[in-house]
């Protein structure tokens, strides 16, 4: 990671009620609805998912339809530029891309690390018999599953949290159950739960950041029906600067 001179190591980690400012619309917001941009030992402007890497960071908060617009028209290498002090950069034509995966795999990590610990239900059965008893805390399904047993979940979630009527509902993920059963490592994963609202407000973060990044179509009220939801790109491991490989220069 390049750090440019005065600059202190971990800079921009503060706590997650802290706002920043978008580079692009200047918009301010909270630091956890934002996308962190930091710059390689390369000079490689990256997607800093996590918003760990170490130096100085550039924060945006548009969708990638609008980034894309903002690198067509060279308005977000201008923007790199004064957040970075006029330190080398160079902006990837795929940056967006790699956004959307780095996003989506920090997302995903995050429900692994959740399963991992216990907090996280799959399958129809267990999920509607917790959900019936009051145990659910949040509650989504893959983008591709049925509207009938997504609305036999909802129901029962409902139920368990006395709120039948209020049109409480899980939420539409943006990922396939095989984008799901691939990031879980089982099989035909269609519905997940977790059981911890500590977990959920966990899981929550990367989810923002990445249904923002997504656009309109996917932001929308947490626990207000089904989202529409776009298939996540591709995730590869080099998408984006992981804290352990930065290099200071």
């Not at 799901?180 to 973060?205: C, E, M």
Request: net charge positive.
């Amino acid at each position: 990671m390049r750090i440019p001179r005065n600059e202190r190591l971990g800079s921009d980690i503060a706590e997650s009620t802290s706002e920043r400012k978008c580079i692009l619309s200047g918009e301010h917001d909270a630091r956890d609805d934002l996308v962190r941009l930091a710059i390689s030992p390369e000079g490689e402007v990256l997607p800093d998912a996590l918003a760990r890497a170490p130096g100085r960071g550039a924060w945006i908060g548009i969708s990638r339809a609008e980034l894309e617009v903002a690198i067509a028209k060279g308005k977000l290498k201008g923007a790199l530029a004064r957040a970075f002090k006029g330190a080398p950069i160079s902006v990837p034509e795929d940056l967006g891309a790699r956004i959307e995966a780095a996003l989506t795999r920090a997302f995903t990590d995050r429900l692994g690390l959740e399963m991992k610990a216990g907090k996280l239900l799959l399958g129809s059965d267990r999920i509607a018999e917790n959900a019936r008893g009051g145990n659910v805390a949040w509650l989504a399904h893959a983008a591709d599953a049925s509207p009938d047993g997504s609305g036999k979940l909802d129901q029962a979630w409902r139920v368990g949290r006395e709120a039948e009527g209020s049109g409480l509902a899980g939420m539409t993920l943006p990922l396939d159950r095989a984008a799901l059963s691939v990031a879980l490592g089982r099989d035909n994963v269609v519905h997940l739960a977790l059981t911890d609202p500590a977990a959920a407000a966990r899981i929550a973060i990367p989810l923002q950041r990445l249904l923002r990044f997504l656009g309109p179509a996917s932001e929308t009220g947490q626990n207000q029906g089904k989202r529409t939801a776009s298939k996540a790109a591709p995730v590869r491991r080099d998408d984006a600067i992981d804290v352990k490989d930065v290099a200071k220069q």
